[in-house]
């Protein structure tokens, strides 16, 4: 039962755990809905999961049988041991009576085992040939790899051994050399196998990806030589310092400097020693992928835009397939997707530098097309799981600078030419009508209409930095001339119906009788305010507020103007009695134009 507990522990925290995973999924009950493409794409990756622990599986099934036939051939040697152990005891009991003839059987002795080494070492020297030719054939079955590369690097050894052995014979050893060259042709043929399985990633990683994944264990294999081999380096290079401190030389008197320790002189010697298979690696993926782009940069950017973004989408989406096939394949030191998206990226962004450079020949439309590809490309970036500041590259890499100024200066000359039009039409064509109706001209309706559209547009297909060079230039349309034209319009139309008020007959015939007898006795002043009235209840109907305001203002002010024309021009003497009349008067229109104006505003204009 105290063994049971952890597991039923352990069961509780992964239900739990499962909970919240579902629950970040599916937050709102809306998500629900898309529960299929979260199957469909968890399946994906469970098939790729299965695919890595199918391989992990299998290179441990090889490691354990590789261990198993060690272990076999261990237990032969030992029991051959045993066996010799047996026959030099036997030897030795036979041989007690030759101790007289100890010199000469020494003598012997070394001579026959001089004679097994040399025959050994030509047995050795001559199975390379056939080891080497064992080696090339397996070249044939990918399943091989792993035990091709460890043949090579077998004969390496032996190379290596028998060339320092004949080191001191130049003539010997030239010879030797031309005997393995059987061997560097073996080893030319395996590595362009390696690095061609290297270079076909993508595919390998869908469609078998064991052949890729033993490929980059041959990778690994080699680092761990090369790793050997400048520690076996440094060591030696650090003894030979260490001996030549111990002797003093007398001819100069320099400081001495403490030896290097063995870990630097290990990285030391690794640089531009060994065969460097990882950066090998690495050099063949991104050569992969320059063949990949090889067609989009150098002739769909230049012939034809449409298959050109319909490609880069294309490229783009293969991400996805390398995050969910390549990457488990790769050791995760080597954050391969991290790598392909920097190496697209880069790519793409040389994309976008060559369509700025057809700035002035790609339309407006062409354009909004180009930077909503990479607002798609952003996105799916994000959706992978980059960071949101890494999928922006693209977008923040100047790239586009030539794009986005050719578009906003065609908006802006365009949006100028735009108010312009709108504005001459608003002064001959008749206001419009709304639906409880009031009259108003068009213009200002239109024009911050179209302004909103055009931000709109790109807003929903281009980068923020597009939207923001956007809302830049239409801030810097001139509003103030724009608003002033708006204004003068508005003046204009107050200033028509004031004149079709005061053209009106009736209204002619009331102001005539100004300083006559009519005006004494009462008969202009109030008619006149009642004529107004009567269009001022009129006039309400059709403008805003404001601009009734104003109308009124106007009126008022050709009211004081006619009046004091025909004061001026009448041909009476003015008494008394007038300006009892005037003062009659300013009391009429005070009392009718404050219902409409400020009371302020009227008193002033009178006086």
Same mark, same amino acid.
């Given at each position: ?10 069961g ?7 909970v919240r ?8 009950p809306e ?7 979260i199957k469909a794409?968890y399946?994906?990756?469970?098939q790729?999961n299965?695919?890595?622990?199918s ?5 441990q099934v ?6 198993i ?13 045993q ?5 030099i005891?036997?030897?030795?009991q036979e ?13 012997l002795?070394?001579a026959r ?20 030719s ?14 091709t590369?460890?043949r090579?690097?077998?004969l390496d050894?032996?190379r ?7 080191s001191?014979h130049?003539?010997?050893a030239g010879?030797?050399r ?5 061997v560097?042709?073996?080893w030319?043929?395996?590595e362009?196998?390696?690095w ?7 595919k ?10 033993r490929?980059l264990r ?5 680092e ?10 440094a060591?030696?290079?650090g003894?030979?310092a260490m001996?030549?401190i ?9 400081p ?15 640089q ?5 298979y990882?950066d090998k690696?690495?050099e ?5 992928v ?23 989408r ?12 390549v990457?488990?394949?790769f050791?995760p030191r ?11 990226t880069?790519r ?13 020949e790609?339309?407006?439309?062409e ?17 992978l ?17 030539p ?8 908006m802006?000359a365009?949006m100028?030419?735009?108010y ?9 064509? /008749?206001?419009? @009508?709304?639906?409880?109706g =009031? #009259? *108003? ?6 024009? %911050?209409?179209?302004l909103?559209e055009?931000v ?6 281009s ?31 107050v200033?028509q119906t004031?004149?079709v008020?005061?053209?009106d /007959?009736?209204? @002619?015939?009331?102001?005539? =009788? #100004? *300083?006559?007898k009519?005006w004494?006795?009462? %008969?202009?002043t ?5 004529t107004?009235?009567?269009?001022f209840t009129?006039?309400k ?12 203002e106007?009126?008022?002010e ?19 009695e ?16 404050r219902?409409h ?11």
């Amino acid at each position: 039962m105290m063994t049971m507990r952890p597991q039923e522990d352990l069961g509780v925290e992964a239900k739990k755990a499962a909970v919240r995973e579902v629950a970040k999924l599916l937050p709102v009950p809306e998500s629900l809905a898309s529960i299929a493409s979260i199957k469909a794409d968890y399946a994906l990756r469970q098939q790729a999961n299965d695919a890595q622990l199918s391989v992990t599986v299998t290179t441990q099934v090889e490691q354990a049988q590789a261990g198993i036939e060690a272990l076999s051939a261990s237990q032969k040697t030992i029991q051959m041991l045993q066996q010799n152990f047996l026959l030099i005891d036997k030897l030795c009991q036979e041989c007690q009576t030759l101790i007289e003839n100890h010199d000469q059987i020494k003598l012997l002795s070394n001579a026959r085992n001089n004679l097994n080494t040399t025959l050994k070492d030509i047995e050795g020297m001559m199975s390379i040939s056939v080891e080497a030719s064992e080696a090339r054939d397996s070249l044939g079955d990918d399943r091989e790899l792993v035990h091709t590369f460890e043949r090579l690097t077998a004969l390496d050894g032996k190379r290596r051994f028998a060339l320092a052995a004949a080191s001191s014979h130049k003539e010997e050893a030239g010879k030797l050399r031309e005997y393995f060259e059987d061997v560097d042709r073996t080893w030319e043929k395996f590595e362009k196998t390696l690095w061609g399985h290297i270079s076909n990633f993508f595919k390998l990683a869908k469609e078998s990806p064991h052949t890729l994944v033993r490929a980059l264990r041959v990778v690994e294999m080699q680092e761990v030589l090369d790793q050997q081999q400048a520690e076996e380096a440094a060591e030696a290079e650090g003894a030979g310092a260490m001996a030549s401190i111990t002797k003093p030389r007398r001819a100069t008197k320099k400081p001495l400097t403490p030896p290097a320790s063995p870990g630097f002189l290990v990285k030391e010697k690794m640089q531009g020693q060994g065969k460097c298979y990882k950066d090998k690696c690495y050099e063949y993926i991104r050569k992969s992928v320059e063949a990949r782009f090889d067609k989009l940069l150098s002739k769909f950017v230049f012939e034809d835009l449409k298959v050109a973004l319909e490609d880069g989408r294309s490229i783009a989406e293969e991400l996805a397939d390398i995050y969910d096939f390549v990457a488990p394949c790769f050791p995760p030191r080597y954050e391969i997707f991290q790598l392909t998206v920097q190496l697209y990226t880069e790519r793409f962004i040389q994309m976008l530098r060559l369509l700025s450079d057809r700035a002035n020949e790609l339309s407006n439309i062409e354009i909004l097309k180009v930077t909503g590809w990479v607002v798609e490309y952003q996105d799916h970036l994000i959706g992978l799981g980059v960071d949101q500041s890494l999928a922006q590259v693209c977008a923040e890499s100047g790239a586009m600078d030539p794009l986005m100024n050719a578009y906003v200066e065609r908006m802006q000359a365009t949006m100028q030419k735009w108010y312009t039009n709108i504005l001459e039409a608003d002064k001959v064509h /008749p206001p419009k @009508k709304t639906d409880d109706g =009031k #009259l *108003y001209t068009p213009a200002a309706v239109d024009l %911050f209409r179209i302004l909103g559209e055009q931000v709109q547009i790109v807003q929903e297909n281009s980068t923020d930095v597009m939207l923001y060079r956007i809302a830049l230039s239409v801030i810097q349309v001139n509003f103030e001339d724009t608003c002033k034209g708006f204004l003068e319009v508005a003046k204009e139309a107050v200033h028509q119906t004031v004149n079709v008020i005061f053209e009106d /007959p009736g209204v @002619k015939d009331l102001l005539a =009788k #100004l *300083y006559q007898k009519e005006w004494y006795e009462g %008969f202009v002043t109030e008619y006149l305010v009642a004529t107004f009235g009567d269009y001022f209840t009129d006039v309400k109907l059709y403008i805003e507020e404001r601009s009734f305001r104003r109308f009124v203002e106007a009126c008022l002010e050709e009211a004081v103007v006619v009046f004091i024309d025909h004061m001026l021009t009448q041909k009476n003497y003015i008494r008394e009695e007038t300006l009892e009349r005037m003062r009659v008067d300013e009391e009429v229109f005070l009392d009718f134009f404050r219902e409409h104006i400020n009371l302020s505003v009227s008193t002033c204009l009178l006086k």
